[in-house]
């Protein structure tokens, strides 16, 4: 497993007033263990309320478990990353990217079939976690980053704060 | 906290399963097999929320999946005290509307018999 947390203090300085930590996991599922108490000592330190911490634990699952499953398929050597940033002073927002291949969750295909899921949406292997992102997060959005700069998707999951 | 669960024979032969602990990822497949288990023989089935902190898609699979089972062999499965917000999980993924939701004990050993 392996992890880099970057403090404030550790940022380039361009990136001080919006970057507050970095997680990096292997496309691995164990080690999403190291996804709590990444996402709990941020939600600690923001003194965030107990209904958008149980928001922000479910969306980061629900998009990395879908990266390293659907995306890197069983390559368990890549790496996917994890940026919280603070862009304004109501919103903590988490970005995840990859280098999967190109998937885009939030198209008009895929969020239509999602308008009136069935219980049975969710019991299909990969399920329908993409469904429970849009109802608990605040803003969701998606970036292809193209091949010139590495290549993969950059998903950006947002949550108001008080 | 590792997932744990455990089970009990209730009056009416209703079996409840009580789940304590987050329903994440690693807390679905710490429970999976038991679930199966426990669905392959139950006909009443309580499966106690209560003390769940979390429920993630993985999670719904692990509580959905084994329910259903027992549903297809002609029994019955309740879901009992869920929290505020793992009750918004079963809401948002409409699992309320396939197994039903009681926060009352005495109500949801009634929807057993």
Partial sequence: MSSISCPVAAMPAEDTAKHVSRLTLKSQLDDMALLWPW???LIAQFNI???TAFAIHLCLEEAISNVIRHGYIGQQDQLLTVNCALPEAH??????????PFFD?????HIEELVEPSPEDFLRPG??????MRKFASTIKYERIE????GGNRLTIGFALP | ME???STHEMDGGITRVELDGRMDIGGAAAVDMKMNLIAGSAKKLLIDLQKVT???SMGLRSIVIPARAVVSRGGKVVLYAPTEMVESVLKASNIDTLLPVHHDLAAAVAALQ
């Avoid at chain 1, 091949?147 to 590495?150: E, F, P, R, S, T």
């Fill in chain 1, 49 to 51: 309320p107990s209904d």
């Fill in chain 1, 147 to 150: 091949a010139g700069k590495g």
């Fill in chain 1, 91 to 100: 919103l903590i927002e988490f970005t995840i990217e990859d280098q999967a």
């Fill in chain 1, 39 to 41: 996402a709990e000592a």
């Fill in chain 2, 3 to 5: 997932m744990e669960l």
């Fill in chain 1, 105 to 109: 969750p939030l198209e008009p295909d």
């Fill in chain 2, 54 to 56: 979390f429920l993630g």
């Fill in chain 1, 127 to 132: 399920g329908r976690g993409i469904l429970l």
